[in-house]
């Protein structure tokens, strides 16, 4: 039985150092897997930072939004305090504008067609 010697040469830290494993003909027959390996390990980095980018951004926009939120439930307490029958009273008189509270109740006006 004659066993035939594989013309094929490990691969040692050396070579690697001194870049002659890219002369290798296995190592060469491998390299456009590993391009493809690198550049999915890349498209997958830029996609967790882009996705982190996007976090970042919806976390401050929920922060504004809970701020407006609490502005806009100040505004509206303001403006209901405001609009009370005795709050008008005395805007009314403060600003001297001659207004009478009527003694008789409103009359609905009755308009007839033609």
Known sequence: MAT???????VGVRQVLLGSVLL?????RW???????????L???SNRFKGEKII?????????????RS?????EAELMNMSRYSQ?????N??????????EPPVKIKVQKL
């Open 43 to 45: 498209l997958m980095i």
């Open 24 to 28: 290798n003909r296995e190592v060469l």
């Open 88 to 92: 008008v009273l005395k805007v009314v």
């Open 71 to 75: 502005e806009s439930a100040t505004i």
């Open 31 to 41: 390299l456009p897997v590993v391009g493809m390996v690198a550049f999915l390990g």
């Open 94 to 103: 403060r600003k001297g504008l001659g207004l009478k509270q009527p003694s």
């Open 4 to 10: 035939k010697k594989s013309n094929t040469r490990k």
């Open 56 to 68: 970042r951004a919806t976390v401050e926009f929920q922060e504004e939004v809970k701020e407006l």
